[in-house]
């Protein structure tokens, strides 16, 4: 039976504890629709922005809900294999740093995970000076970083850095699945202020952020029976949608074009580096674009590494710490990179006039962000720079797969920010792989006629890891047109297992 309750003739404490707790619920419904309707979107250029991602986001609900609930099956055979490598890993490094301390330093007990102990090796047995925070000595990460300048360190932080990637790689391993053995995670469309999604623990308490695990981890993670995965990834997204910025903003096409050539990284050294012996053929010139620039760093890898950072007003300091390089040749670099495309510049000084001016930014797509903190301040700029490639290219790919969701030509397995995994039977791979290419595909309308498409690059396998001929046969590889292998099964994994425990035994 339904009892009728009135909050305003009746006492609150005439009501049982479950009845409470409805009446507070739904007093949260009416407040929302309260603030609803009072902000509610009208007919003017600003609101239409705001209501357009309100719908987009509301209609990303659907492939979320699916993804939400279907989850990932776990290789629960491959994740103990894995588990006992890092383990064996993680055991050999800590005999190696107990007797770097021990016998080497001198002290009489030492435990890596105690912070006690560190500040103890570091502070006093070392006498390096003190690293402070909040006015108190620290061995975190950003101070063992700075101390990794001193010689007398750098064996010791390097094993303290591979032992903690490696304990927070067992965490993954050990996370929690549910009792069908499948993997879930609770994605977030409103996660970020620009728009890409995020993921932690699922409804159930299971799982965790599934969008950041890393590559070498990722082979556990299985296609159904009877299916494969596909995996499409706008590479080089962020980049496009600069070049698309700059286009829009000052008609200056060098940028997208050097993106569209289909090696931006060698055509930023071409444009960088004129002096060298430039072919004007992309794979001769990806050759010489991988040859030694200073000691073991590559012209290709400047234009990768420093070259995204300074797109976003990235400064030397931080820009060498990053990519563990000496500041005079960051300093040596951005002048070049600045002088080939000089539209960069322009972009961060319109970006730090409109934020001045309004306080917001509408990205490439029509997303409008608020920036709510201090108009100049250096923080809130880098926020901004980064705001609209990193929000349209989300946007974008997120329209592609709520596109192909729709037409249901695949099953939507898992959202990483700049791609999307599909699940299909085996036997329809020929029909399937290309019609999804041209499904996921969203073209952009620019100013003066042009248009973006931003390509995606495709990997087939029946795990989500990197293809490996001995360690990983069912890995993604490249999409070439077909896939011609066939799938190893179960025992074949276990083939590894007893030939491995066979090796260990001799």
Request: glycine share 6%.
């Amino acid at each position: 039976m339904v009892r009728i309750i009135s909050t305003q003739t009746s006492n609150p404490n005439d009501f049982t504890p479950f009845e409470q707790d409805q009446i507070y619920n739904g007093l949260d419904c009416c407040i929302t629709s309260e603030v609803w309707n009072a902000i509610k979107f009208g007919h003017n250029e600003q609101t239409m922005e705001e209501a357009q991602t309100y719908a987009f986001s509301k209609a990303l609900q659907g492939p979320v809900l699916e993804m939400n609930a279907r989850g990932i099956l776990v290789d629960q055979a491959r994740r103990n294999e894995v588990l006992e490598e890092y383990h064996d890993a993680l055991d050999q490094l800590e005999r190696q740093l107990t007797l770097i301390v021990l016998e080497g330093v001198g002290m009489k007990w030492f435990n890596w995970r105690s912070n006690d102990d560190l500040k103890a090796l570091f502070y006093t047995h070392l006498q390096i000076p003190e690293i402070k925070r909040y006015g108190r000595p620290t061995v975190d990460r950003d101070a063992l970083e700075k101390m990794e300048q001193y010689t007398v360190t750098k064996q010791i932080i390097a094993h303290l850095n591979a032992m903690r990637e490696l304990g927070k790689d067992i965490g993954v391993l050990k996370t929690d699945i549910d009792t069908d053995g499948r993997m879930r995670t609770s994605y977030n469309i409103a996660g970020t202020n620009t728009g890409r999604f995020s993921s932690s623990y699922s409804e159930y308490g299971t799982g965790g952020n599934v969008q950041n695990i890393k590559e070498s981890l990722r082979s556990v993670f299985i296609a159904d029976p009877g299916f494969k995965f596909a995996k499409f990834d706008a590479k080089s997204g962020e980049s496009y949608v600069v070049g698309a910025i700059e286009w829009n903003l000052f008609n200056d096409p060098a940028y997208l074009e050097a993106v569209d050539s289909g090696d931006v990284h060698t055509a930023v050294a071409r444009i960088c580096w004129p002096e060298l012996k430039w072919t004007g053929v992309l794979d001769q010139d990806k050759d010489i674009a991988e040859t030694p620039y200073y000691r073991h760093y590559t012209y290709r890898f400047m234009c990768k590494k420093l070259g995204h950072g300074s797109n976003y007003e990235g400064q030397p300091t931080t820009l060498a710490q990053q990519s563990k390089l000496p500041v005079n040749v960051v300093r040596q670099f951005q002048p070049k990179y600045f002088t080939a495309f000089p539209a960069h510049l322009q972009w961060h000084a319109w970006v730090k006039a409109q934020v001045w001016a309004k306080g917001y930014i509408v990205n490439l797509v029509g997303r409008k962000r608020w920036f709510l903190g201090r108009r100049n301040d250096a923080d809130v700029i880098r926020e901004a720079i980064a705001y609209d490639p990193q929000g349209s290219l989300a946007d974008i790919v997120n329209r592609g797969m709520l596109n192909t969701w729709r037409q249901r030509p695949a099953i939507l397995m898992a959202q990483d920010h700049d791609a999307t995994t599909w699940m299909y039977p085996e036997e329809m791979e020929d029909e399937v792989v290309p019609k999804l290419q041209r499904m996921l595909a969203v073209e952009v309308p620019l100013n003066n006629g042009r248009l973006l498409a931003i390509p995606y690059d495709c990997q087939l396998g029946w795990n989500r890891g990197k293809y490996d001929a001995r360690k990983n046969p069912n890995g993604l590889v490249n999409y070439k047109g077909h896939d011609n292998r066939q799938r190893q099964t179960e025992a074949g994994i276990l083939d590894r297992q007893f030939r491995r425990a066979d090796r260990k035994s001799r």
